[in-house]
C-alpha cells in the first residue's frame, strides 16, 4: 500500500518562511505528477503548486513569486518552499500524487494525511 507522509508544517510570524516535505512510501514502481493543496474550513480544498514528472510547474496566483515546488525522484519525496509567509497562508496542506504501484497497472492518485500551517499577523 502506498502512503503519503507530509512534514514541516508549524506557527511562523507573517513573512517568516517554512518549507513542507512529502514522502511517499510503499509499492511504487513510478511517480507522474507531485502537488499541494490547501485547505481551510468552509472552503473547497484548493491546489497550491504542482510539478510534473519532467519538473514543469505550475502554481496558484496568489502564491506566485513566494512558494517553489520541488521534487527528488530518488527519495520519492516533494517539497514545497514558502517564503513571505502571509496570514491568508494559514490551512492544512495536502500532498497529493499518481503513482504507478506496478508496471502493468494503472497510474492513480494518493493523498497525505496533511500538516497544519498557521501565519500569525
Known amino acids: 500500500q502506498v502512503q503519503l507522509v507530509e512534514s514541516g508544517g508549524g506557527l511562523v510570524q507573517a513573512g517568516g518562511s517554512l518549507r513542507l516535505s512529502c514522502a511517499a512510501s510503499g509499492m511504487i514502481f513510478s511517480i507522474n505528477d507531485m502537488g499541494w493543496y490547501r485547505q481551510t474550513p468552509g472552503k473547497q480544498r484548493e491546489l497550491v503548486a504542482r510539478i510534473s514528472g519532467d519538473t514543469t510547474t505550475n502554481y496558484a496566483d496568489s502564491v506566485k513569486g513566494r512558494f517553489t515546488i520541488s521534487r527528488d525522484g530518488a527519495k520519492n519525496t516533494g517539497y514545497l518552499q514558502m517564503n513571505n509567509l502571509k496570514p491568508e497562508d494559514t490551512a492544512v496542506y495536502y500532498c497529493?500524487?499518481?503513482?504507478?504501484?506496478?508496471?502493468?497497472?494503472?497510474?492513480?492518485?494518493?493523498w497525505g494525511q496533511g500538516t497544519r500551517v498557521i501565519v500569525s499577523s
Open positions: 497529493n500524487a499518481l503513482i504507478l504501484t506496478t508496471s502493468w497497472g494503472v497510474m492513480r492518485p494518493y
